[in-house]
C-alpha cells in the first residue's frame, strides 16, 4: 500500500533547549477553519508564551488544491515555521496542524539553534504519535440471499480479518442482503476466488470503484 499518512490521534510532546521549552502539539484537521480556531486555542491555553509557529498541511480534494502554510510569529523569518512544514513534508504527513509553542528560557539560540529547535520539536511528536496511511482502497460488494446471510457474512468476515480488509455494515432489500469489503487491489482477485469457491459459485464480487481510507501501519 502507498500513500500519505495522518494521525490516528492528536500528541503533544515538550522539548526544552538551552532553558527554552518548545511544546509541540500535532493535531488532524481537514480545513483551514478547524487549523485556525485548534491555533486560537493554543494562545488561551499558553497565554504567557513567547511564541506559538504552526504549519499546516492539507491534502487536495476534488474540491480544492492542497494546502501548505507556516508561521514564524515573531521568531525570526524562516527559523520556525517554515522548518516545521519541511519536518511535516518530509515525514509525508498530510492533514495535519503542527502548533509549536516557546516559553523563552532567557538564552538566546541563534537563527542556527531556532531551525534545529523547532525542526526538533516537530521531529519528536511525529516520533511519538500513532500513525496511520492513506490509501485507496477497492469498494467490493456480494448479494446474499436472505436465507445465506448469517453464513455468507461470517465467511466474509474471517476473511477480511486475515487479509486486513474493512466490512462495512450489511444492507438489506427485500431480496437479498448487500456486504461491502474494502480491500487493497492486489487481493481483490483471490477475495472473488475464495467467494466464489465456499458459495460454489452462487455469490458473486463485483468491483464498484476506489475509495480513501486510513489503514493501520502493519
Same mark, same amino acid.
Do not use: C, W
Given at each position: 500500500m502507498t500513500g500519505p499518512f495522518v494521525l490516528a490521534a492528536d #500528541?503533544?510532546?515538550? *522539548? #526544552?533547549?538551552?532553558?527554552s521549552r518548545f511544546l509541540t502539539r500535532l493535531h488532524r484537521v481537514t480545513s483551514v477553519e478547524q487549523a485556525e480556531l485548534l491555533i486560537r486555542a493554543a494562545r488561551g491555553d499558553h497565554p504567557d508564551a513567547r511564541h506559538h509557529c504552526t504549519a499546516l498541511v492539507i491534502g487536495a480534494t476534488s474540491d480544492a488544491a492542497p494546502v501548505h502554510r507556516s508561521s514564524d510569529d515573531g521568531e525570526p523569518s524562516g527559523t520556525a515555521g517554515m522548518p516545521m512544514l519541511q519536518a511535516l513534508l518530509h515525514?509525508? *504527513?498530510?492533514?495535519?496542524?503542527?502548533?509549536?509553542?516557546?516559553?523563552?528560557?532567557?538564552?538566546?539560540?541563534?537563527a542556527g539553534g531556532l531551525l534545529r529547535a523547532y525542526t526538533a520539536g516537530v521531529?519528536?511528536? #511525529?516520533?511519538?504519535?500513532?500513525l496511520l496511511r492513506r490509501t485507496e482502497l477497492v469498494v467490493a460488494q456480494l448479494e446474499a440471499p436472505m436465507?445465506? #446471510?448469517?453464513?455468507?457474512?461470517?465467511?466474509?468476515r474471517v476473511w477480511a480479518?486475515?487479509?486486513g480488509a474493512q466490512v462495512e455494515p450489511t444492507t438489506y432489500t427485500s431480496r437479498v442482503a448487500q456486504l461491502t469489503v474494502l480491500l487493497d487491489p492486489s487481493t481483490l482477485e483471490g477475495f472473488a476466488a475464495d467467494v466464489a469457491r465456499w458459495?460454489?459459485?452462487?455469490?458473486?464480487?463485483t468491483e464498484a470503484g476506489l475509495?480513501?481510507?486510513?489503514?493501520?501501519?502493519?
Open positions: #500528541v503533544e510532546t515538550e *522539548l #526544552v533547549e538551552r532553558r515525514a509525508d *504527513l498530510t492533514d495535519t496542524l503542527a502548533v509549536v509553542i516557546r516559553y523563552f528560557g532567557g538564552v538566546k539560540l541563534g521531529e519528536q511528536a #511525529v516520533a511519538a504519535a500513532t436465507a445465506e #446471510v448469517g453464513i455468507v457474512e461470517n465467511a466474509v480479518g486475515a487479509h458459495s460454489s459459485g452462487r455469490v458473486r464480487v475509495r480513501a481510507a486510513d489503514v493501520p501501519m502493519a
